[in-house]
Structures are given as C-alpha cells and as structure tokens.
C-alpha cells in the first residue's frame, strides 16, 4: 500500500525554517497503532492525518509518542497541502478534532486558523521550574495544560539551556517561556514538551491560543506579532476575538513523498 505524504515547513516564507509537519490525506482511516508507528518513523513534533467526511474534513495529529488534543502548525499544514497542492478551492476549510471545530480561511498570502482562546491563572512556580529551564521567571501561570513562564526579556528568552529531564518531570503537558518582544515583534516564546517526544517545539500555534489573551491584555490592543525564537524561528500573527483567537502564519512544502506500507 502507498500513501502520499507531504513535509510542509509551517509558519516560514521559506523551506527550512519554522515548523516541519507531515501531512497524510487519507481515503479511510487508518488503525491508530499505523498512524502511531508513521509519526514515530518521521520522528517530526507532529504529523497529521487527515479524510474527508461529508461536508468537512476529520483530522487527527500524533507526536512521535502519543495523539494530541491540538496542534496549530499541523493544521496549517495540513490546510496549505489541501489548498496549494490538492487544489481545494472550498471558502474555508472545517475540521472536526478533538480541540473541537476548527476552521481555516485564505486572506491573501496567509492562513488564518480560527482556534480556541486558553484564559491564563497566576500560580506559584514550581520550585524546579528555574533549575529546568535555566532562569527564574516573573511570573507564572497555568493555561489550559500549559505552564507559562514570563521571563524579564526577549534575550532571557533565546538564551535559554533547558534541563530537559527536569522539565519532563513538570506535571504539564508543556512549557512556554515568554517575554516582551522588540522591534516588529509584540512578543517572544519557546516551547517545550518532553515528556511527549517534543524536547523543544519550532513553532506552536497552540501555545499562542494562550499568548494570544496574555499578551492582548498585558500589552492592550487584540492584534500582535508573535516571534517564536527557537532555531529554527517562526512569526504567528495573532488576533483575539472574544473567547477565540486568530491565528495567521505562511507555509511552504519541501518535501513530497509515498509511504510503502
């Protein structure tokens, strides 16, 4: 059996830079253990599977490890491959997930994901949290099931050696380190997940479903620019609309391939 898949750098302008995520658009669904064993042999943060049911589109994204409940850059992925190399030529694109209903539109050169708005609450740091990442933050939330961690500035951020056993051992399922940006961008990140076979995230537009409403109100206007500074570095326009979010970025493919199972 062979199953087309596509490699898409999401949130870049060019190949090689943001996020990669592979992209299967399925007949049928496959058995979740197959899924499970393809996104382990790409050993990418996501891969994304995909098939068309009645009038939307079903998808389901797997880290090397597990099955998430959200993934951002996979879904852009996974509309850009729809769009550009599929030729769909639908208004939007609706995706049933288990985030719930997701929904992608075209606005001229970028696409724009329509995802849920995370409310963040101020905790107490963990007292491992400086030793993991490698810096005391400021301040610290929990949104969702992401740890937050503002930093004083955008260099603390970059400058960052995480301990990644240390941060596996955080009971959240990720952590964001986050600072005031510079220059053209609002703010900065970083993301890190390795307990799920994610030491550290490009780009994750899910972790901007809650920089989106912290920076929004920290900052006071709806619509930012957000650099996520890892290595590889991606930007995420952001937009808060009430309990949702916009979130906007470009992709490109680099890699088309056949899966021989």
Same mark, same amino acid.
Do not use: N
């Given at each position: 059996m062979g199953i087309r898949q596509f490699q898409v750098d999401a949130f870049a302008e060019r190949p090689f830079a943001g996020n990669p995520a592979a992209v299967c658009v399925l007949d049928e669904w496959l058995d979740d253990w197959l899924m499970q064993a393809i996104a382990a042999e790409n050993n #990418? +943060?996501?891969?994304?599977?995909?098939? =068309?049911?009645?009038?939307?589109? =079903? #998808?389901?994204?797997?880290? /090397? +490890?597990?099955?998430?409940?959200?993934?951002?850059?996979?879904?852009l992925a996974t509309a850009h491959v729809l769009f550009t190399e599929l030729g769909n030529d639908e208004a939007m694109l609706e995706f049933d997930t288990l985030g719930g209903r997701l929904v992608v539109r075209r606005e001229a050169a970028l696409l724009a994901m329509d995802f849920p708005a995370w409310s963040a609450r101020a905790i107490a740091p963990p007292p491992e949290l400086a030793a993991a990442l490698g810096a005391a933050p400021e301040e610290t939330l929990i949104a969702n099931d992401y740890l937050l961690a503002v930093l004083a500035d955008a260099a603390m951020v970059r400058r960052?050696? /995480?301990?990644? +056993?240390?941060?596996?051992?955080?009971?959240?399922?990720?952590?964001?380190?986050?600072?005031?940006?510079?220059?053209?961008?609002?703010?900065?990140s970083r993301f890190f997940a390795p307990a799920h076979g994610i /030491?550290?995230?490009?780009?994750?537009? +899910?972790?901007?479903?809650?920089?989106?409403?912290?920076?929004?109100?920290?900052?006071?206007?709806?619509?930012? #620019?957000?650099l996520q500074c890892s290595q590889r570095s991606g930007e995420v326009d952001c937009e808060l609309r009430g309990e949702r979010v916009m979130l906007r970025g470009r992709a490109v493919t680099v890699i088309e391939s056949v899966l021989r199972l």
């Open positions: #990418l +943060s996501e891969t994304a599977f995909c098939v =068309r049911e009645e009038k939307r589109w =079903r #998808l389901r994204w797997f880290t /090397p +490890s597990c099955e998430v409940p959200l993934c951002g850059h996979a879904t960052l050696a /995480p301990d990644y +056993s240390l941060l596996a051992a955080l009971p959240q399922w990720g952590i964001v380190a986050t600072a005031p940006g510079s220059g053209r961008h609002d703010f900065v /030491p550290e995230d490009p780009v994750t537009g +899910s972790a901007h479903c809650a920089l989106t409403p912290y920076w929004a109100a920290r900052l006071g206007r709806p619509r930012m #620019l957000g």
